[in-house]
């Protein structure tokens, strides 16, 4: 399947038994809402919610981190995902989180998967019906994971990564907060980016009605980053969810989309043993 939708292919696949909609929304801690809250106000018909809070590793304080294998498994057949159906997520805000969806399916094994080109915002100004309310329960379904461990980075990695240099980190987060000179939306973090790191904020993968750039830009954009071939890529940012963007725009642009450092910001930028650069 190809990684990206249109709001016209899903308006025209939504009868079918094996699709399923995930509304992926999550909000930062200064934004004042709450992505199931808005779900329930409208999503589009059938939708159902994908918290990533809730799908996680409940052992440890960081934030949304990729939960085992068998607790994926668990948590999405418990959402009606079995290894037969399309999954396509999107996102209230246009494309922020829902490629964290995309991404964490494929962790696990499942390449049936998409994201929603535009999101709900796309999907809203071309008057397409909505519905409000929760949904109806699903029937539980077996998801056999095949866990794609290449496709994850941790500290550790990152750790040794400063001193190899074998891998290119690019960093999602806006210019500002990676160069130390805006505050982090989570209180008491430090500000600044992981030494050796290039500069890429997700929104310059995207037009202004938040659908992706043409491959061809976004090639532009990753060549301009430092991407050149010689050297896997490893996305970063806040908590390991716009990372996922800068790699759907990889996967986009025909170029190896490599990994995702989970931890990202949070973890990074949390402790006092890790180096800084501003």
């Known amino acids: ?28 801690p200064n934004e004042p809402l709450d992505g ?11 939708a159902r919610f994908f918290d990533i809070n809730a799908i996680a590793d409940d052992q440890t304080d960081l934030p949304h981190m990729l939960p085992t294998p068998g607790c994926f498994s668990r948590r999405v057949g418990a959402l009606g995902v079995g290894n037969a ?16 969806g995309w991404w964490m399916m494929g962790v696990f094994g499942h390449d049936d998967v998409a994201v929603l080109d535009g999101g709900l915002p796309k999907w809203r100004a071309e008057g397409r019906a909505l519905e409000s309310g929760e949904p109806a329960p699903p ?21 040794a990564n400063l001193d190899t240099e074998r891998e290119l980190v690019l ?14 939306p989570r209180p008491g973090m430090r500000s600044g980016h992981i030494p050796g790191a290039a500069s890429l904020p997700y929104t310059e993968l995207l037009n202004p009605d938040f659908t992706f750039r043409a491959p061809e830009a976004l090639r532009e954009c990753f060549t301009g980053a430092g991407v050149d071939g010689s050297r896997p890529v490893v996305t970063s940012c806040g908590s390991g969810v716009t990372a996922a963007i800068l790699t759907l725009g990889l996967a986009l642009a ?13 973890e990074w930028g949390g402790r006092p043993d890790t180096p800084i650069e501003r």
């Open 254 to 266: 025909g170029l190896p989309q490599g990994a995702v450092y989970d931890g990202s910001w949070t």
């Open 139 to 159: 029937r539980t379904q077996v998801f056999c994971p095949c866990h794609r461990a290449g496709r994850v980075r941790g500290i550790g990695d990152l750790l």
């Open 85 to 100: 159906c399309c999954v396509v997520f999107y996102d209230q805000k246009g494309l922020t989180s829902a490629a964290r």
């Open 36 to 46: 199931r809250t808005e779900f329930l106000r409208a999503h589009i018909p059938g």
């Open 1 to 28: 399947m190809h990684p990206l939708v249109s709001t016209a292919w899903l308006a025209e696949n939504l009868a079918r038994a094996d699709l399923i909609v995930f509304d992926a929304t999550m909000y930062l």
């Open 171 to 184: 960093d999602a987060r806006a210019a500002g907060r990676f160069n130390g000179t805006a505050p982090e």
